[in-house]
């Protein structure tokens, strides 16, 4: 008997994680791809997070969103990443029980928390373009805070439903999960018990998720391309356009990445492609925004240049 399977009618304290690969050849590699790749995403997410915070200039809704974001991106992505570090270098990756739905309950609280922030951030350059002269009172920090506490709220409430749906189930029969994380429809294929209510949960908040923060989101472009199209001056338009394009490119990688990851395909390379763009969702994208929002953002380099002028020599 496979040795890493659970004797019938004992519950699983442990589960197996299969990891992105079992070529041998490739796991020193990997390990130091994705090492460099978490060296990035903390020193890039921790650097803009300080730099809006010791910035008076960058003390506004937009940057306050900013950061939001990426304290969310950093701990997303300390989710996942010491975890797949550890099974890259040991023969068998084990997490415990507790260990899993910790790393489930994490993983659906930052994801849905991230989704509602990018779309109060969407609501916020909506504010900023078409309602420029009442920004600062309908964007005010009491409002700032109230999206950011619903958002975390929201994103609670969907991990709370997840992990508590997953509790109930009883898995017995095999330990072995064929990804590099506790992901929802992993665990699922191993429960021998009903996953109806888990399914049913799963679709409404997903559904609710992405319903909701697409639906602002286009809502919101689609107004802010109206009043763009009739800007006379093309300055303005520009720079309309420059304040929108960060938010774009993010919502487009974060969106697209998640949406490819949970499309189920029939073919052979279906399991590789899905772990593929799970790793973009969840490592890349986390990597990616500080560097977006860095390279873009005239105010943020600007920041930048006067913090380190205060730096002595």
Known sequence: MNQMAIENGSSVTEFILMGLTDQPE?????FF???????????????????????????????FFLFNLSFIDFC????????????????????SYTGCMTQLFFFCFF?????????????DRYVAICQPLQYMILMSP????????????????????????????SF????????????????????RSSTYVNELASSVVVSTVIFLSSLIILISYGLILFNVIH????????????????????????????????????????????????????????TLNPLIYSLRNKDVKLALRRTLKRIPD
């Open 142 to 169: 009491s409002t700032c805070s109230l999206l950011m506490f619903g958002s975390y709220l929201m994103g609670f409430a969907g991990a709370v439903l997840h992990t508590g749906c997953m509790i109930r189930l």
């Open 231 to 286: 800007m006379s001056s093309g300055k303005a338009w520009s720079k309309a356009m420059s304040t929108c394009g960060s938010h774009i490119i993010t919502v487009g990688l974060f969106y697209g990445s998640g949406l490819l990851t949970h499309i189920k395909t029939s073919s052979a390379g279906s399991e590789a492609q899905e772990k593929f763009f799970s790793v973009v969702n969840t490592l890349v994208v986390p």
């Open 76 to 95: 997303y992505s300390c989710v996942f990443t010491p975890k797949l570090l550890t099974g890259f270098m040991s023969e068998r990756n084990i997490i």
């Open 26 to 30: 490739l796991q020193l590699p990997l």
């Open 172 to 191: 017995c029969d095999s330990n072995i999960i064929h990804h590099y994380m506790c992901d929802i429809f992993p665990l699922l294929q191993l429960s």
């Open 111 to 123: 994801v849905n928390s991230e989704c509602y922030v990018l779309t109060a951030m969407a609501c």
């Open 33 to 63: 791809l994705f090492l460099v790749n978490y060296i990035i995403t903390v020193v890039g997410n921790l650097s803009l997070m300080n730099l809006i915070y010791l910035s008076p200039n960058l003390h506004t809704p937009m940057y």
